[in-house]
Every structure is written in C-alpha cells, then in structure tokens.
C-alpha cells in the first residue's frame, strides 16, 4: 500500500491534534484538582480555625458559668455594678416584687411637696425611678441609698441629698455618726424603711453583726417617735415575713416595737407583695398569720393583688 507523504502529514496533524485535545482535557483535570486541593486546604484551615475559635469560646462560657454558679448571678452585673456578689444577688432578687412595692410607695403614700427619708438595700433604689416617671413635685429626699441617688442622675425635678459617711458596698450606702445626728435633725413627711426580715413580735429587723445598718434604723425609728404627723413606711417583699429568724435581730428591743405599735399604728404601713406561687404551703401559712396579726394591731397593709395580677 502507497501512502504519499500528504496522507503521513495529514495523519501526523490528527494524532497532535488529538494530543492536543487529550494534553487540553487533562489540563483541565489537573488544573481542577489543583482547584479541589487548594479549596480543600482552605476549608482545613477555616475548620481549624473554627475549632480553636470553639474552643475559647468553650473555655470562657466555662469561667462563666463557675462564675455565675459561685455566686448565683450573671458575672457581667457585677463588672457593671459592683464586686460585692451579695448585694448584686439581693438586688435582683425578687425584682418583679420589689419594684411593684416602689411603685405602689409612690402611687399610694406619697404626695407633692414631701420630705423624705428613705432607707438604702435593694427593695428602696427604685423608689427614685418610681418618682420619676410620676407627677409629683418638690420632693426632698434626704438618704444614704447611693443607688436611689443614680437614678436621679440629669434630673433636677427632685432634690436628693446623700448621707456623708463611709461607702458600705454591701448596701450600696453610706453610714456615720454624722449622718445618725442628721437624722435626728430633721423633719420628715414620710419615711421608708427597709428590712432584711420582719415579723409581728420582732419588727424590722436586720441581719446580727450588722451594726451600721441597725443604728441607722434605730436613729430613723427615733425620728419617727418623736415626729407629729409622720408617716413609717415599711417595705418588705413577701419572703421577708417567711425568712429565717435565726441570723437576724430586731432593731428595737421587743417592748419598745410594742410600744410603737401602740402608739402609732395609724401612721404604720407595710408596703408588701404577694408569695410566689411556688411558696410551700406552711411558709404560706406562716406569711398569712403574720399578715393578721399586724392587720389585727391596726398597722396599715398594702397588700397587691395575687402574683401577677398586678
């Protein structure tokens, strides 16, 4: 057979053009699997990445639940409000309650043209943020409640004069003998007071060892003995009625809360919430007959509607 030598150029341009198309598939193969391997390296390093990101992340929601664990509240409050856990704890504590007690101290018992004594701990800060948001003018507070005075911050509405005395952190307050003379000096439309735990027999009460914050009452309840027409508010959240006696101790001795009682019941208000619906039944009890028996005195209830019906 007689092949001419166009026949073999012919031949030789198929097979180097089928190479080409072979060497231009293959090409794109390899530049496919450079492509695959790169995005693989990629992703290997974004998962890395992501994992040690995890990691962090896991290792400080770790610090933060031992935080929160410890101390039985959100670690970020106390960088925002204070290092001392307890009063963080007490102040976000039965918040709901506590803040109805300030609005009904408000809406209730207090009026334009006031002077006030008001009491520092966690119940009493948002009586201030109450006043705020109502109509009441010429409202004069004298207190040690570091808090209350914060809310009032920019405002000039209301004249809020703090206590001189050292701060106490685990009240948010200050406290002196300066401030105890203050006290003493001064003429009152109403005063509120806190407690850390009531009872009918006891009265207000407050946690033994607490001396700064047991003189201080004790000057505010002279004040209130020695006042005409002063009215004593006392506001204490449910659980204070039911709390364990055992740590705390009266301000006063127990005759002289009798004698008070005696003597001024209709000037006496206990600014109260309702118990929690979880509350067992003999703590329960226990609340309803201390309610009596103060109702039976004739001191003055401010008792809310059932829990969350307010």
């Not at 006030?116 to 009493?124: A, V």
């Not at 209350?148 to 920019?154: F, K, S, V």
């Not at 007071?193 to 309840?221: C, P, Q, W």
């Not at 003999?282 to 009596?292: G, T």
């Amino acid at each position: 057979m007689n092949i001419d030598i166009g026949t073999i150029i012919g031949l030789i341009g198929v097979f180097l053009g089928g190479c080409a198309i072979i060497l231009f598939f293959l090409d794109k193969i390899t530049k496919k699997d450079r492509e695959v391997e790169i995005i693989k390296n990629e992703m290997a390093r974004i998962f890395k990445t992501t994992e040690e990101l995890l990691a962090n992340e896991k290792e400080i929601l770790n610090k933060t639940k031992e935080l929160s664990y410890s101390h039985h509240l959100r670690p970020e409050l106390s960088i925002l409000v204070t290092k001392q856990w307890e009063f963080v704890e007490k102040t976000f504590h039965n918040r709901f309650e506590k803040h109805s007690i300030c609005r009904r101290i408000v809406t209730n018992h207090i009026n334009s043209n006031t002077n006030l004594l008001l009491d520092s701990g966690s119940t009493l800060d948002l009586v201030t943020f109450e006043l705020l948001t109502s109509n009441r003018e010429n409202i004069n507070i004298l207190s040690n409640n570091v808090f209350a005075a914060m809310h009032l911050i920019g405002e000039r509405r209301i004249s809020f004069r703090l206590l001189s005395g050292l701060f106490n952190d685990r009240y948010a307050a200050t406290y002196s003998k300066e401030a105890l003379g203050q006290i003493q000096n001064q003429d009152f439309n109403i005063i509120i007071l806190a407690t850390t735990a009531i009872s009918y027999k006891s009265g207000i009460m407050v946690h033994k060892g607490d001396s700064e914050n047991l003189s201080f009452k004790r000057a505010v309840l002279d004040n209130f003995d020695k006042s005409i027409n002063a009215k004593l508010i006392i506001a204490a959240d449910a659980n204070k009625f039911i709390e364990e006696k055992d740590g705390h101790i009266g301000v006063l001795q127990e005759n002289e809360w009798a004698a008070m009682i005696s003597k001024y019941a209709s000037r006496i208000f206990i600014v109260t919430s309702s118990l929690r619906p979880e509350v067992e039944p003999v703590k329960r009890a226990e609340f309803e007959q201390q309610i009596d028996l103060f109702r039976t005195a004739q001191i003055n209830i401010d008792y809310p509607k059932p829990f969350l019906q307010e």
